[in-house]
T-cell receptor
């Protein structure tokens, strides 16, 4: 258990509304990631962070922004949600000791109507 | 080019039999890591097993083993003595240091495994 929580776990919203998803970790990991999961696409990276206030884009960053003001929290914002952003969103941390692998939060299912 | 390829969208296996899930990867980095994750119907992503590119022996974790063939760039997951609870999506992943769009972790599209009683 890497101590990762995501909130909310489920959300239904309307097109054009802003949405913020929160990822919280308790183990002081430097790297955090936001992915989206869609059928047939596996996991695609949206944004990632390599420290407080240090973020970078992934392969599907259009329409998303992130912020990391504290080590433990990584926020994903959809400025104006669209139906194409209906997806399952996963947060992950990177544990750089040992195996240097990623561990995932439980996911947030977002539906944009 | 795809970094991770999983060519089996769906697989079936009889309970108590062994099954192999295929994964091939593409990297020019000599140092990389290979991973398998399980995603049951409940949706969470569960880390199963890790193989480093310099590891001499195939990784094993309980009933899971990773058949690592470096020259073929394949990292197949073998599940022995399948159980009904093994029914899930399985994702192969790789970490290298070559960044594409800021990323170092790459995931395949997954294989859906169904264990038949």
């Amino acid at each position: 258990d890497a101590g990762i929580t995501q909130s909310p776990r489920h959300k239904v919203t309307e097109t054009g509304t802003p949405v913020t998803l929160r990822c919280h970790q308790t183990e002081n990991h430097r790297y955090m990631y936001w992915y989206r999961q869609d059928p047939g696409h596996g996991l695609r990276l949206i944004h990632y962070s390599y420290g407080v206030k240090d973020t970078d884009k992934g392969e599907v960053s259009d329409g998303y922004s992130v912020s990391r003001s504290k080590t433990e929290d990584f926020l994903l914002t959809l400025e104006s949600a669209t139906s194409s952003q209906t997806s399952v969103y996963f947060c992950a941390i990177r544990e750089t000791s040992g195996r240097d692998t990623q561990y995932f939060g439980p996911g947030t299912r977002l539906t944009v109507l | 080019a795809q970094k991770i390829t999983q060519t089996q969208p769906g697989m079936f296996v009889q309970e108590k039999e062994a099954v192999t899930l295929d994964c091939t990867y593409d990297t020019s980095d000599p140092s990389y890591g290979l991973f398998w994750y399980k995603q049951p119907s409940s949706g969470e992503m569960i880390f199963l097993i890790y193989q480093g590119s310099y590891d001499q022996q195939n990784a094993t974790e309980g009933r899971y083993s990773l058949n690592f063939q470096k020259a073929r760039k394949s990292a197949n997951l073998v599940i022995s003595a399948s159980q009904l609870g093994d029914s899930a999506m399985y994702f192969c992943a790789m970490r290298d240091v070559i960044r594409v769009a800021g990323n170092q972790f790459y995931f395949g599209t997954g294989t859906s495994l169904t264990v038949i009683p």
